[in-house]
């Protein structure tokens, strides 16, 4: 069973180069999230999609990008890095009603340098 | 603004009990979530309060009172792998989850 999988685990990137951080789930859900998480600090929403062709922002978009061109696939772009984008990165997914859990992936470590 | 409060770690004995809280402010309630995070993995749900009450889930049972803001996740028996960090979250009136930065438990022996 596959749920949400997240690419890559782990990865180291030079201040100022950009960076796509892949997220697919196969599990048909509507909405698609992308967190940022910080030592100390809770998660921190950085983009969100409730549907296939449709994206928001959330409480910390600058510097990221998003699109979802498909169900399954939502993919988070760093345009060009700075060492405070730092983090662990979760794409998360649910079927968007209210009271159904969020489906987290194993997370992306980003180092920028 | 909102805002989630949650103590920054505990420490508890195998096999004994132990409550973690979470206040919260936020802009409207849709709702309040527990997950549970191990170090290095992401988190995976626990429980879902929406009406004021206890929901009981096996060893895990969480709480919820609307009127105070409040909530407590409370652990049964507990057992070395429950060591981790216990993440509340509450949905506000634009259906975003607003996340605590999650309570580190440590169980000795």
């Known amino acids: 069973t596959a749920g949400i999988t997240q690419a890559p685990t782990s990865q180291i990137l030079a201040a100022g180069r950009s960076m796509t951080l892949r997220c697919t789930q196969d599990m048909r859900h509507n909405a698609m999230y992308w967190y940022r998480q910080d030592l100390g600090l809770g998660l921190r929403l950085i983009h969100y999609s409730n549907t296939a062709g449709t994206t928001g922002k959330g409480e910390v978009p600058d510097g990221y990008s998003v699109s979802r061109a498909n169900t399954d696939d939502f993919p988070l772009t760093l345009a060009s890095a700075v060492p405070s984008q730092t983090s662990v990165y979760f794409c998360a997914s649910s079927d968007g009603t209210v009271n159904t859990e969020a489906f987290f992936g194993q997370g992306t470590r980003l180092t920028v340098v | 603004g909102q805002n989630i409060d949650q103590p920054t770690e505990m420490t508890a004995t195998e096999g004994a009990i132990v409550q973690i809280n979470c206040t919260y402010q936020t802009s409207g309630f849709n709702g309040l979530f527990w997950y549970q995070q191990h170090a290095g993995e992401a988190p995976t749900f626990l429980s879902y309060?929406?009406l004021d009450g206890l929901e009981e889930k096996g060893r895990f049972s969480s709480f919820l009172s609307r009127s105070k803001g409040y909530s407590y996740l409370l652990l049964k028996e507990l057992q070395m792998k429950d060591s981790a960090s216990y993440l509340c979250?509450?949905?506000?009136?634009?259906?975003?989850?607003?996340w605590g930065a999650g309570t580190k438990l440590i169980i000795k022996p």
């Open positions: 309060n929406v």
């Open positions: 979250a509450v949905m506000d009136s634009n259906y975003q989850l607003i």
